[in-house]
């Protein structure tokens, strides 16, 4: 029978409301790379990315967190991969923690797009709104709101996330970040467009570079795991200390499920059932409110720029657990 090793600050009233059943991680996380084996590799790597076009498809890692502090993992669970559009998830809750509260939400919305992630179609008739936190433009609203607190909002998300993963040797890669910032056109269109509606205050290429350099952060598995576990926890962080209330937790991670997988959120909800947030880096972070917290990691993308194998494994990891928020 699994039991939770005995790590961690947390409050133990998360450890007793997340009821474990009898199931070894270590055994069904082999399993679950086993069986999805098919599709590591499928898909396309992030070739508008010059620096992603050149990593192997043919690789694939899942950790998932506990909420006493412990993780489980197999495949490249250790190996670091790029976090790109899931920095998204922890630039909005820093920003809602920083803030204290939701004036963020006059800024950016939180329905589904219905369109691709770096799409400029809704912001002219929407004046100047993106329709969420986790396309690019809401993303550098968000980004900026977050740089007007704290000045350095891609140097709050690494401290974040070094602090969480207890891993100080987290870091941008400098090379992903030059190649991102050398084909920023797009990103800066948003930013200058959001900006003629008074929706970026800070200087534009200054928003657009934090945003680049929180994106190109390299992370593994495991310690993408362990950073996302405060949203398991209910906004508690790993001192055990109170980041977010459970209300402004419980609504990141309606809006993950509703507009964390780009325009595949229907998809995504429909087979793994999580609150989710995806990169095209080939990255997933899922939540399991009140149980764990689950990332995995596959290059190869589908045509929404969703992890292939990656979506998959949560969707056996869900099948096979029973773990879900249906």
Not at 99 to 124: D, K, M, Y
Not at 223 to 239: E, I, K, V
Not at 259 to 272: L, Q
Request: charge should be negative; proline fraction near 5%; charged fraction near 20%.
């Amino acid at each position: 029978m699994y039991r939770p090793a005995s790590r961690g600050l947390v409050d133990p009233r998360y450890l007793a409301s997340a009821k474990m059943p009898a199931v070894d991680l270590d055994q069904l996380l082999a399993r679950i790379t086993r069986e999805i084996e098919p599709q590591i590799g499928s898909g396309a790597v992030a070739d508008y990315i010059p620096a992603l076009a050149q990593v192997d498809a043919d690789q694939f890692g899942i950790a998932v967190a506990l909420p006493d502090g412990s993780v489980h993992g197999a495949g490249d669970w250790t190996k670091p991969f790029s976090l790109q559009s899931i920095s998204k998830l922890f630039t909005l809750a820093l920003a809602l923690a920083e803030n204290g509260g939701s004036s963020i939400w006059t800024r950016v919305g939180r329905e589904p797009s219905g369109n691709a992630f770096n799409s400029l179609v809704q912001l002219e008739y929407e004046n100047g709104i993106p329709r969420n936190p986790f396309i690019n433009a809401g993303a550098l609203v968000v980004t900026d709101h977050l740089a007007g607190v704290v000045g350095d909002a891609a140097g709050a998300v690494l401290d974040f996330l070094r602090t969480e993963a207890g891993n100080p040797m987290i870091d941008c890669d400098d090379e992903v970040a030059a190649s991102e910032a050398a084909h920023a056109d797009r990103n800066l269109s948003l930013a200058h467009f959001l900006a003629s509606y008074g929706n970026i205050r800070g200087d534009v290429r200054q928003v657009v570079d934090q945003y680049v350099r929180q994106c190109a952060i390299a992370i593994s598995c495991r310690d993408l795991a362990l950073a996302g576990l405060f949203l398991a926890r209910h906004g508690t962080r790993r001192d055990g200390s109170r980041m977010l209330s459970p209300g402004h937790t419980k609504r990141i991670n309606a809006v993950m499920l509703t507009c964390g997988t780009y325009d595949a959120a229907g998809e995504f909800a429909y087979r793994v059932g999580l609150p989710g947030k995806s990169g095209v880096g080939g990255g997933i972070l899922a939540v399991v409110p009140g149980r764990c917290s689950v990332a995995v990691w596959g290059p190869g993308l589908d045509r929404r720029g969703n992890s292939v194998a990656g979506v998959a494994a949560l969707d056996r990891f869900t099948t096979l657990t029973d773990w879900s928020v249906f």
